[in-house]
Antibody, heavy 117, light 107 residues
């Protein structure tokens, strides 16, 4: 069964850091671009980062560039999201998503990140 | 940067009725990279349409997508109880992904 399982969320103070994990199973991991998408409470979906199958190319929107870093370890079938200088507006559920032809075809259940003092 | 605008924000309908959801892009986009997702409360989004008009696995044929250029439409021909949810359009281009703000289909 194709599956994505996120972990690493929690409560962090403004200005702090957090690292999210996404463990993949059931497919050939390095064949796929992987992305992180977030959803603030009661709000819509926002793309926050992507990484190529090889890990050599990464992409970010302006809202997180310079603060978030996506990476992957294909030997562990895992993608990471390092989040630094966190702000209250980064509070959200963070979803990991497999990407095929620009489309998010498989989603994890998400991990909650709360930025608050 | 492409901006996707969905309308209406909320659609109030009854089971059996037809739902028509709009997604308008700020500039011409490739239909190949236009998708729709369904999200129910407490659940992750689910891909329902890709390539503007192709149904994802398991999606019933009462749900269909159409459009090109800047205007795209998601149609649910006869609403079933399980169709009441929030729907998002999404586009990919130039190594950037973008979502519309969503349309809630409510009873």
């Amino acid at each position: 069964e194709v599956q994505l399982l996120e972990s690493g969320g929690g409560l962090v103070q403004p200005g702090g850091s957090l690292r999210l994990f996404c463990a993949a199973s059931g497919f050939t991991f390095d064949d796929y671009v992987m992305n992180w998408v977030r959803q603030a409470p009661g709000k819509g979906l926002e793309w926050v980062s992507g990484v190529a199958g090889s890990g050599r190319n990464t992409w970010y929107p302006a809202s997180v560039t310079g603060r978030f870093t996506i990476s992957r370890d294909n030997s562990k079938n895992t993608v990471y999201l390092q989040m630094n200088s966190l702000r209250a507006e980064d509070t959200a559920i963070y979803y990991c998503a497999r990407t095929t032809s620009g489309t998010f075809d498989i989603w994890g259940r998400g991990t909650m990140v709360t930025v608050s003092s | 940067e492409i901006v996707l605008t969905q309308s209406p924000g909320t659609l109030s309908l009854s089971s059996g009725e037809r739902a028509t959801l709009s997604c308008r892009a700020s500039q011409t986009v490739s239909s190949t990279y236009l998708a729709w997702y369904q999200q129910k409360p407490g659940q992750a989004p689910r891909l329902i349409i890709y390539g503007a008009s192709s149904r994802a696995t398991g999606v019933p044929d009462r749900i269909s997508g159409s459009g090109s250029g800047t205007d795209f439409t998601l149609t649910i021909s006869k609403l079933e109880p399980e169709d009441f949810a929030v729907y998002y359009c999404q586009h990919y281009g130039d190594s950037l992904w973008a979502f519309g703000q969503g349309t809630k289909v409510e009873i």
